[in-house]
């Protein structure tokens, strides 16, 4: 039995500036004489801090009694010794018995409290995992299908390989790969429960039961590095504030070798025929909207520089547009009414704009509608996609 | 006879997978605990309703009740690991040879784990001792992972430890 490459090295950390304190990886010393330099390392940090000390846990894979005790105990005496200062356990949703066991020691010492970094984490969290965007998401991966599944092939897809799709959403494009590529092993993966409720049963409705869904946060994976031929991660690194962050866990997680793939919008490229002119208004204050929730909406044309600073080689960049003419127009209109919806009927209002820049907001969407719907019309909506290789 | 051993539900539960090993060979490595628990936790987790949660869970538990074999059995005999799953229920079974001393101290560890006063223990034992004893490894998975713990009997000098763990409900 070899469990080689399996296992995530353990570290420990102390950031002085921040003043945290971090743990990450696997931890299952025999004795405490293991982790003798550790927990020196936090009785250092103890002494350095003032007011608070952040304990970061959020990347704790494992942890053993053995080392959950040695550490306790500092803390503990800590707290005891150094009544001018307060600690910060900051656990992961995802990982939830570290949550269960940190809590205890708030029962036994009320200076230590507990936080779960991921129950409010980024900016545009409310928007993006609201439920309300679950059916436009199935009808944007339905006509995007029709482009990406030929596409696919250019960036590394094949039969038998391992991919993962990295905030997968409702998890129907990894439906749709299951069902034309035959992957050996997907997991797919999101931080919306209900996204990923919605994701098990449309599998299921498919009959397919060996999709691995898994929840969990983009920027802090467990998932174990070097593992995947492919990493799909598709019209999201424009919604994080922080891309590079979320890149650089898909290049750990994919094989030397293997490729990351992206796709990316430019929203302020939408277009549409009769009346240009509302519509491009329209998408030029999406773009602004969102970069004010601190997502870019504009990354699209940016991925190459995003792929090759992150490390890749062999960058592949293609674009396509999606349009009224590829299938059914009405799928096309059904999309930006969604799209209106949240971003002036939520986004719009939460950002605190007056009801005639809402109204002229809403105006640019409708007209993309008609243009859509216009026997003569023309409507369209660009995706960059990107890929890149992990070098061996 | 343990009263439990008689559980109606014990005939519901269906075998998954079953290890056995050599203690000697199992006590030469540390790791073995690591590898094994990470190792059992991946295969069974596969089409749990998320995978890779249920293992990180499962293995949690897991490696704890191997180091508990490693640190209190003896190099004679057989390690035998099941796991079997009735619902959103994992039931390991766990049988390993120790000496007469330890099976009386096991027995406590797992009354322990039933009595009332459980978590109050717990949290004693968190802030007082610098080490876990195996006891509170026990309650360790009694009271975060809501294990239920019994002892089966079986041939001296092994002793089975039969634990519960309903992570299916915890984890999704
Ligand atoms: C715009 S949607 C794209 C979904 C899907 N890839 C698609 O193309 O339909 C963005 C997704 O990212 C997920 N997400 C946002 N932040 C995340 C994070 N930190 N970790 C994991 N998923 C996240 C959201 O829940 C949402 O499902």
Redesign the interface.
């Given at each position: 039995?070899s469990?080689a490459g399996?296992?995530i090295p353990f570290k420990a950390e102390f950031d002085v500036n921040s003043q945290e304190f971090s743990l990450s990886g696997?931890v299952?010393p025999?004795?405490?004489n293991e982790i003798a330099g550790n927990i020196s390392m936090l009785k250092a940090a103890i002494d350095q801090v003032r007011g608070v000390l952040y304990i970061n846990v959020k990347r704790l894979?494992?942890m053993?009694?053995?080392a959950?005790?040695?550490f306790?105990?500092v803390v503990?005496d800590a707290c005891q010794a150094r009544p001018d200062i307060r600690f910060v356990i900051v656990t992961s949703s995802?990982?939830?018995?570290t949550t269960?066991?940190f809590g205890?020691?708030n029962?036994?010492e009320p200076q230590i409290t507990i936080e779960v970094y991921d129950s409010k984490f980024y900016p545009g969290q409310s928007f993006v995992e609201n439920t309300s965007f679950i059916p436009i998401l199935r009808t944007q991966t339905k006509m995007t299908w029709r482009h990406e599944r030929t596409i696919l092939p250019r960036h590394g897809m094949r039969s038998g390989i391992t991919m993962a799709d990295i905030c997968c959403g409702i998890g129907d494009f990894v439906v749709l790969v299951q069902k034309e590529f035959q992957p050996a092993r997907i997991?797919a993966?999101d931080h919306s429960k209900a996204s990923?409720a919605y994701a098990?049963d449309v599998a299921a409705g498919f009959g397919i039961?060996?999709i691995?869904?898994?929840?969990?946060d983009a920027s802090e994976m467990?998932?174990e590095g070097n593992q995947f031929d492919f990493v799909s991660c598709r019209h999201s690194l424009q919604i994080f504030n922080q891309p590079d962050a979320l890149l650089a866990e898909l290049y750990r997680i994919c094989k030397p070798g293997g490729r990351v793939y992206v796709t990316n919008e430019k929203n302020s490229h939408c277009l549409g025929e009769p009346r240009s002119q509302s519509i491009q208004w329209t998408y030029n204050e999406v773009a602004k909207l969102f970069s004010h929730f601190e997502m870019d909406v504009e990354l699209g044309p940016k991925s190459r520089r995003y792929l090759t600073d992150a490390g890749f080689e062999d960058i592949v960049v293609e674009s396509f547009m999606v349009t009224n003419l590829d299938g059914d127009a009405q799928d096309f209109a059904d999309v930006i009414a969604a799209w209106e919806d949240v971003y002036a009927g939520e986004m719009s209002v939460k950002r605190g704009d007056s009801p005639e820049f809402i109204q002229r907001f809403r105006q640019g969407f409708q007209d993309h509608i008609f243009a859509a719907l216009h026997p003569k019309g023309y409507a369209g909506w660009p995706i960059w996609v990107a890929s890149g290789r992990k070098p061996r | 006879m343990d009263v439990a051993e008689k559980a109606p539900a014990e005939a519901t539960f269906e075998p998954l997978l079953q290890i056995e090993m050599e203690m000697g060979t199992f006590l030469s490595n540390?790791h073995h605990?690591?590898?094994l628990s990470?190792?059992i936790a991946r295969i069974i987790s596969?089409?749990r309703?998320?995978?890779?949660?249920h293992s990180?869970?499962f293995?949690?538990a897991l490696?704890?009740l191997l180091?508990v074999s490693f640190r209190g059995g003896s190099p004679d005999g057989q390690i035998g690991c099941a796991v079997y799953r009735h619902g959103r229920t994992e039931r390991v079974k766990l049988t390993f040879p120790c000496l007469s001393r330890q099976r009386q101290f096991f027995s406590e560890a797992v009354s322990n784990t039933r009595r009332e006063d459980a978590l109050a223990r717990?949290?004693d034992s968190?802030?007082t001792?610098?080490?876990?004893s195996r006891d509170?490894?026990l309650l360790?998975l009694a009271?975060?992972?809501d294990a239920q713990i019994r002892l089966e009997n079986s041939a001296p000098p092994s002793i089975t430890l039969v634990v519960d763990l309903p992570l299916e409900g915890?984890?999704?």
């Open positions: 039995m469990t399996l296992s696997v299952r025999r004795s405490i894979v494992q053993n009694n053995t959950f005790h040695a306790a105990r503990l995802v990982v939830g018995w269960r066991m205890h020691l029962k036994i997991v993966l990923l098990r039961t060996d691995e869904y898994t929840y969990g467990l998932l | 540390w605990c690591d590898q990470t190792f596969h089409n309703t998320d995978p890779v949660r990180n869970f293995s949690s490696n704890e180091e717990y949290l968190i802030s001792g610098l080490t876990p509170v490894v360790d009271i975060n992972f915890i984890v999704s």
